[in-house]
């Protein structure tokens, strides 16, 4: 899709993908971030979710992966503009599968063939609960 494609009000959901053991060790070691309520079971087990949680930073870019699979601007991306009022609202624990919920809020021609597109998006546990919310822009091409 484009620019002229994202009408304001248009949703798109992402499929399901379940959050592994292995998904926390390595993002641990990648991040450099091995605090105990990801990576100490009986340290998380004291912890106010009482056991051991993804990192927030993973769950954000596995969000990010979600959206790119729906391949909705794979043609007209140009950038990720940016990224606003983002809040983790309940922990993801290993097991948890998450969606990605996407709403199209705005959308500004910006002319010299781009536009940029704004997003309610919200981050879905199998339960129906939202774990992650913000609201994201990017830099599209017109079809112009």
Do not use: C, W
Request: glycine fraction near 10%; avoid cysteine.
């Amino acid at each position: 899709m484009f620019f002229e494609d994202l009408q304001v009000g248009a949703t798109f959901v992402s499929r399901g993908r379940t959050i592994t053991e292995t998904d926390v060790v390595m993002f641990a070691a990648l991040s450099g971030d091995y605090s105990e309520i990801h990576t100490n079971a009986e340290a998380a087990r004291q912890a106010p979710a009482g056991a051991r949680i993804a990192h927030g930073a993973l769950i954000f870019s596995i969000s990010l992966g979600l959206t790119t699979q729906l391949a909705i601007v794979d043609e007209s991306l140009i950038a990720l503009h940016g990224i606003e009022g983002m809040r983790f609202t309940k922990p993801v624990f290993i097991g948890d599968t998450i969606h990605v919920q996407k709403r199209v809020t705005a959308a500004d021609d910006k002319g010299n063939g781009r536009g940029i597109v704004s997003f309610d998006t919200r981050t879905i546990n199998q339960h129906g609960a939202m774990v992650l919310r913000f609201r994201d822009s990017l830099v599209l091409k017109t079809r112009g």
